[in-house]
């Protein structure tokens, strides 16, 4: 139960933490050899399903259709110079040091083939999403200088967060990772880059996403029980209201709850609070 101290200083720090949102987004990029499984076990723990139906087995060899995917995911993919095409990747490489066999080799796959020099690729979801992320082949990286770069951005096209690749070999055709995800649902686009320091081809086999959250504007509470499409010091009072009484309406943390009130949920609400409603 908290008491009236604690709850002025919970008062205090939610009105005086600027940028508290961001711890709810999160990175797959340092677990070169399960980053993928890291960004599944996340979803499902949430109550999310990975949708991994973007994997180029149906998309026509040759320049990247931008709306390919449009139709059934709700997903746009754009840049340039990608091309889809198949194949078992890059016939040589570097050996180069410290090298990673990642999440496995790729082996004959069909996929996009591109230079992160001469082009970016940009995702955009025609709804936002929770997570996102790309399977990647055959990334250059020994020195951290020729890494990839994703940065997830909301609907009004405010940065999200961003994450660099880990500073491996992956070479030669060894599969890479990248992923991120946001407790509150607010991923519209996701941009991927790179230096292409050294003018590598790099492949990509898989795009994975999962749905947001069913409420896009989970801090509004008040007034009970609906709110009113705003987001104000009333839903913050209101929410202290329920997390003194420990009910299930404070359960913020993780999206649908775990059954218990705690701290988790007060960071969990007090990022949505920030967020406000779109």
Do not use: K
């Amino acid at each position: 139960m908290m008491h009236t101290s604690t709850g002025a200083a919970v008062v205090a720090v939610a009105m005086g933490s600027a940028g508290m949102a961001c711890a709810q987004v999160v990175g797959f990029v340092d677990n070169a050899v399960g980053n993928s499984t890291d960004f599944s076990n996340w979803a499902s723990t949430r109550g999310y399903a990975v949708n991994d139906d973007i994997n180029f087995d149906a998309h026509p060899a040759g320049p990247l259709i931008a709306d390919w995917y449009l139709g059934a995911t709700g997903v746009t993919l754009q840049g340039d110079a990608w091309t889809a095409d198949s194949g078992t990747g890059a016939a040589s490489g570097s050996l180069d040091c410290p090298c990673s066999g990642g999440e496995g080799p790729m082996g004959f796959e069909t996929y996009l083939r591109g230079r992160l020099n001469s082009t970016s690729l940009l995702m955009t979801f025609a709804q936002p999403v929770a997570g996102a992320g790309l399977m990647f082949s055959d990334l250059y990286n020994p020195r951290g200088d020729n890494g990839i770069h994703i940065e997830a951005f909301d609907a009004s096209d405010i940065p999200l967060g961003s994450f660099d690749a880990v500073a491996f070999n992956f070479q030669l055709n060894n599969l890479y990772f990248m992923g991120v995800a946001d407790e509150l649902g607010r991923i519209a686009r996701v941009e991927v880059s790179g230096p292409g320091a050294h003018g590598d081809g790099i492949f990509i086999t898989e795009v994975r996403f999962f749905p947001a959250p069913d409420s896009v504007c989970p801090a509004d509470l008040s007034p009970p029980p609906d709110g009113d499409s705003a987001v104000n010091t009333n839903d913050f009072f209101q929410f202290l209201t329920y997390y003194q009484a420990q009910s299930p309406a404070a359960d913020f943390s993780p999206p649908g709850g775990d059954g218990s009130i705690n701290t988790n949920d007060f960071f969990a609400f007090l990022a949505a609070y920030q967020a406000g409603c779109p």
